[in-house]
Each structure stands twice: as C-alpha cells, then as structure tokens.
C-alpha cells in the first residue's frame, strides 16, 4: 500500500486494483519464503488499518540498526569516481534524485535526525515532476493504446538502464545456500 499511495504524492494514478495487486503479489512472496499470510494484509482495508496500527504503536526510533539502515540508503547511489565520465554524470543525477525523493518521503524532522545529504533544491525534484506525471498519467489511463505504447517505452528504458549498469552480463541469481559452502 505505501508504495501504491507514494507513487500517488508524485502523480501516478495508482488504482486501489493495483495496490491490491501488488498486496496479493507480496502475500504470495511471502508465503515461499515461509511467512505466514495472518502477516499480510488481503486487501486494502486491511493494509491501512495495519498501517495505522503500526503508526500508532511506533517507537520513535529504531535504534543503532535503524540509523545505519536509514543513513546507509543514500550513500549506495553515489557515483563511483572510477566510473567512465559518461555514466559518472548519469549517476550524479540520480544520486540527486534519490537526495529528493528520500527528502520528499522522509518527514523533515526525520531527515534532519540523520545525517543525511543537504535536502535543497533536491526534495524540489519530485514536487516539480509531479504536474508531469499526472498530465501524462491522464493521458495514458484515457487514450485507448497509449498504455500498451507507455509500458513498451518504460520496459525499454529499463532494459537500457540495466544495459548500461551491467553490460552484455545475464541477470544472476546464487542462492545463499550456495555461497555458505
């Protein structure tokens, strides 16, 4: 559900169809790695009232595992000084865009807690780019076809993001089992 409704703050029309998709995607995760389904919520209703039931009990911090979680997640974008210019360049602006959603998202009082990379003009990112989204999120959901030409356009961008992250290589996965013998 957070996820759904952030992507909404930003201009994405997320359904409560599609937030209940990805709900019953997560469920199903979930239940191969062996969690139990009481843990997941089955829809909607349920997700903002566990929401609110954790909002509502919260501790005000998560301690020393927290703080690092928290203080660690904007370091992993820093561009490597190494890199060839061309994706060093790409990776200064993402790593700004990652300094303005993590600002947009994170209350100000939480952010400033943290030490955390300075949030203006970044957090300035998001608010700027939402009238965007929506206009062609409008778009999308009321041009018959424009969402087949949307999801062709954005499946090809990520196909040349991980092309430029990772080079000709295949997608890999080792399973930890394997790496502990």
């Known amino acids: 559900m ?6 909404w703050s930003i ?12 709900l019953h995607f997560w469920r199903y995760v979930g239940h191969l790695l062996g969690v139990q389904p009481t843990w ?15 909002f509502v009990k919260r501790a005000y911090t998560a301690g020393a595992d927290g703080e690092e979680l928290v203080e660690s997640y904007l370091p992993a974008f820093e561009p490597n000084p190494d890199s060839p210019w061309p994706k060093r360049i790409r990776d200064h602006i993402n790593y700004r865009i990652q300094i303005g959603y993590t600002a947009f998202w994170l209350p100000p009082a939480t952010y400033a807690r943290h030490t955390m990379p300075r949030r203006f003009p970044w ?17 999308r959901r009321t041009i018959p076809g424009l969402d087949a030409i949307a999801d062709g356009v954005q499946r090809h961008r990520r196909e040349q993001w991980y092309r430029k992250e990772v080079g000709d290589r295949e997608a890999e996965f080792t399973p930890v089992e394997e790496f502990r013998r």
């Open 2 to 7: 957070v996820p759904g409704l952030g992507l």
């Open 11 to 22: 201009g994405h029309q997320t359904t409560i169809t599609e937030i209940e998709a990805t």
């Open 40 to 54: 997941y919520p089955r829809n909607f209703q349920e997700s903002v009232q566990i929401m609110f039931a954790a």
């Open 123 to 139: 957090v300035l990112h998001p608010i700027l780019q939402a009238p965007l989204i929506f206009g062609a999120e409008t778009l």
